[in-house]
């Protein structure tokens, strides 16, 4: 155990003095990947029912960790390097937590009992951990969904192998991994580098799937509307084919070529109107299936309604627009002549 904390230790401040490094800290887990869920119980409390206890999301990190992410203090504070093995346990929980299970109570200062068969270290850890501070929400397991409950410990107090380590420089992120390397070969020669990734990798990663599948969808959508457009032409155009000897006949009686333009194009709009509302509705009942797409957008903003109407309206007014204003141009005259 000695010999691990000395060596992130030591990793550490090698990493954190070189040029261009803002911040340095290490967790288990990277953000958005995390899979470690722990049950706890907050003392005081009544004991729960074997397979109600309460879970949250489990970090083991060192005290730069929020730092260098950038994880917003809320309330009372930071793990330093005093919270050691020496020291009484304490634990960082974040406002999830804070919320659901201290609901309009300060959690500073209350006790959260943790007990796990996952540390290796048996007796040396703490049992029990003293709430020191209130952080913003991470989401652990994907952008989907609310955060989770996370409660956060110190590192020198429940030590794990195989530590992430997060820098936050002031350069290209990707510039400083050869000197990152060779700091490592100075600590432990024979130890490797096993993947080297940014925040915005991490990101992009998680969210692959669901912008493929958004893409997919645009697709489908660009393709359905392009099918409504020549669809709504082709109608449109035919309609006004059917009636050119009616609207050549109003033109010669004197009816105003503006308002045979209005008269064709609310002609067309109306079945568009009618379209649109049944599709506003559908979209309001399926939004569910389409919730886990979405970050930072509910399923039913009205902003994106109001947008993608309002667009579908001009596109379909344009549309009606085109046979719409040939029609208006009718000259009168060859048309008689013709029939």
Not at 126 to 142: D, E, I, L, Q, T
Not at 185 to 199: E, H, M, N
Request: hydrophobic letters at 50%; aromatic letters at 8%.
């Amino acid at each position: 155990m000695g010999r691990l904390d000395a060596f992130y230790d030591e990793l550490l401040r090698e990493i954190g003095s070189l040029p261009g490094v803002a911040a340095v800290g290490a967790a288990y887990d990277r953000p958005l990947t995390t899979n470690w869920f722990q049950s706890f119980h907050i003392a005081g409390t009544p004991a729960p029912q074997p397979g109600k206890e309460s879970v949250g999301v489990f970090q083991t990190v060192t005290p730069g960790y929020f730092k260098t992410l950038g994880i917003e203090l809320r309330a009372g504070r930071l793990f330093t390097d005093a919270d050691d093995a020496h020291a009484p346990g304490a634990v960082i929980i974040n406002r999830a937590l804070a919320e659901r299970f201290f609901a309009g109570r300060d959690p500073i200062g209350r006790h959260l009992e943790i007990t796990t068969t996952q540390w290796q270290w048996g007796a040396v850890i703490p049992s029990v951990f003293s709430v020191v501070g209130v952080v913003a929400n991470v989401k652990s397991a994907g952008l989907a969904g609310q955060a989770e409950p996370t409660f956060y410990v110190p590192f020198l107090q429940t030590p794990q192998f195989n530590m992430t380590v997060f820098v936050r420089t002031r350069q290209q992120p990707r510039a400083l991994v050869p000197a990152v390397r060779e700091r490592l070969r100075r600590i432990d020669p024979a130890l490797p580098i096993t993947a080297v990734s940014t925040v915005a990798e991490i990101v992009d990663s998680a969210v692959a799937r669901p912008r493929f599948n958004a893409a997919a969808l645009a697709t489908f959508a660009a393709v359905s509307l392009l099918l409504a457009i020549v669809g709504l032409w082709g109608v449109l155009a035919g309609h006004v084919r059917l009636r050119t000897r009616e609207i050549g006949i109003r033109i010669a009686l004197g009816a105003d070529r503006g308002r045979v333009f209005r008269w064709t194009v609310g002609h067309g709009l109306r079945p568009v109107m009618l379209g649109l509302a049944a599709g506003v509705l559908a979209a309001l009942a399926l939004s569910r299936l389409v919730a886990s797409l979405l970050y930072g957008v509910r399923p039913t903003d009205p902003i994106t309604y109001a947008l993608v109407a309002g667009g579908f309206l001009v596109v379909a007014l344009l549309t009606c627009a085109m046979p719409s204003s040939g029609a208006a141009r009718t000259d009168p005259i060859v048309i008689l002549r013709e029939e």
